[in-house]
């Protein structure tokens, strides 16, 4: 399948619409620009040493250890090297990048390369608008480490740099392409002899056929229940169409009391209703919730298409994970049900005080090398920005059917980015009105009215910086 066809379509479809920062406080950063940078390092540039790499300076490098892990990362930090063999680089991962690295971006030591990621991520606000970040125009005008006659913005997939630019300056590589769905094995259902439902009506109907057999037919992580906000949010987009994002993402009033979201809020209910969730979910994170999943306690659940990767230890032999997207709600839906909500994410930046600045840029050389970019894609079955990575690659069963999904889903793909835009908003606000929801102690009304109070607390909060959608 050709992905630059994909992410084009899509990225016409308002897919890839750029995010801008988050809503937490502001973290305190020692500021940045050329001229206070701390950049200490800086080699002589060359036809091979375009960014002017010191080839004996250190090079430090920080990793969210999520649902990727950070083997990718030593596998790219092997490249880089492998190019500057005298560079002693320090790698390091960890799940809480805020706490980890805030109190060196305020004393003016960051590491040279983030990947800031995670619950626990750095809100993107206070760093842009301190100017924290180095700008990567550079890297783009750079040419690509193994594709002769292009530059590194020569083989990114559209949109790719878009999704990272902040003010029109290209400041958050975001690496992977993240497809969002609703999973099941097909090995479990190919022995019960089950199809995926293509219509709502038809989903509950099945549900009750899974509950039946002894099976429950949804598990979600209860300790971060927006996941389940996401499948939701899906249906009422193919319902009202795209401009139900664009109300959201925009704080307009009411925007979560639509007719569609108010359809697919009662659609959902009936999940909780007739009790077609596992017992105990609510008190379950991710990865539980996960495993409970492919342990066969559940048919479905809902997450990105990193969720290969991350049960890959306690995935069974031949449970062939497919994603799929949701359920039409009925014939007058605006999007086909084959429409899938994806993304660009998984975002790296370089600090303006990195001392090895340069180093930075060239590890993204590194990862947006076409060897990098496959390496990724065989080690954690996600897909990445870089245009034709996937070609000579065998991709495991569950990114397999990603792809197909994607390519099925063409200009009909949709997302999101109230989540960018105003951090709090999902990960706090939506995220509490979720578990009230999905362990059955509010109504669908209340679910969408606490949705509702809590994007009203952003759009009158004034200290918050506002950002506007127009596709």
Not at 370 to 399: M, Y
Not at 413 to 419: E, K
Request: glycine share 10%; hydrophobic share 35%; net charge neutral.
């Amino acid at each position: 399948m050709n992905r630059r066809d994909i992410l084009r379509r899509t990225a016409a479809a308002g897919l890839l619409a750029t995010p801008a920062a988050g809503l937490l406080a502001g973290c305190a950063t020692g500021g940045g620009g050329d001229d206070d940078k701390g950049e200490t390092y800086k080699g002589t540039k060359s036809e091979q040493n375009p960014l002017g790499v010191k080839e004996d300076a250190p090079l430090e490098v920080v990793i969210f250890n999520g649902g990727f892990g950070e083997d990718y990362a030593k596998a790219h930090e092997a490249m880089y090297k492998e190019k500057y063999p005298k560079a002693e680089i320090k790698h390091s991962a960890t799940q809480e990048i805020n706490k980890t690295l805030q109190p060196r971006f305020v004393d003016g030591t960051p590491p040279d390369v983030v990947n800031n990621s995670g619950a626990g991520q750095i809100d993107f606000n206070g760093l842009v608008s301190q100017n924290a970040i180095a700008d990567l125009r550079e890297l783009l005008d750079a040419p690509s480490l193994d594709v002769p006659g292009k530059t590194v913005r020569d083989t990114l997939l559209p949109g790719a740099v878009e999704v990272g630019s902040y003010d029109g300056n290209f400041l958050v590589l975001n690496y992977t392409y993240t497809a969002y769905g609703i999973w099941h094995s097909t090995k479990l259902f190919g022995e019960r002899g089950w199809q995926y439902a293509k219509t709502w009506d038809e989903h509950i109907a099945l549900c009750k056929q899974i509950k039946a057999a002894g099976i429950a037919p949804w598990t979600y992580a209860g300790k971060h229940p927006r996941y389940m906000s996401w499948p939701l949010i899906a249906t009422a987009i193919k319902f009202g169409g795209p401009s139900v994002a664009t109300a959201i993402d925009n704080l307009e009033p009411n925007a979560w009391k639509s007719d569609a979201m108010k359809t697919a809020a009662d659609a959902w209910y009936q999940i909780v209703k007739d009790k077609y969730i596992l017992d105990g979910s609510p008190g379950l994170d991710h990865v539980q919730s996960q495993t409970a999943w492919c342990q066969g306690k559940a048919a479905f659940i809902s997450c990105g298409s990193w969720l290969e990767n991350e049960q890959k230890k306690v995935t069974p032999e031949g449970f062939n994970m497919t994603i799929q997207p949701t359920p039409s709600l009925g014939s007058g839906d605006k999007l086909p049900f084959e429409a899938l909500r994806g993304t660009a994410g998984e975002p790296f930046m370089v600090p303006a005080k990195a001392k090895n600045l340069a180093g930075g840029l060239e590890y993204f050389r590194v990862m947006l090398s076409k060897k990098g970019a496959q390496d990724f894609t065989r080690k954690v079955s996600s897909l990445t920005v870089v245009a034709g990575s996937t070609e000579g690659v065998e991709l495991p069963f569950g990114l397999d059917t990603v792809v197909k999904a994607l390519d099925a889903s063409g200009s009909n793909g949709f997302n999101w980015v109230y989540n960018n835009y105003y951090r709090k908003l999902e990960r706090e606000l939506v995220d509490a009105a979720c578990g009230e929801f999905f362990s059955g102690r509010t109504s669908p009304a209340d679910f969408l009215d606490q949705c509702q109070k809590g994007a009203d607390s952003i759009a009158q909060d004034s200290s918050i910086k506002k950002y506007k959608r127009t596709a």
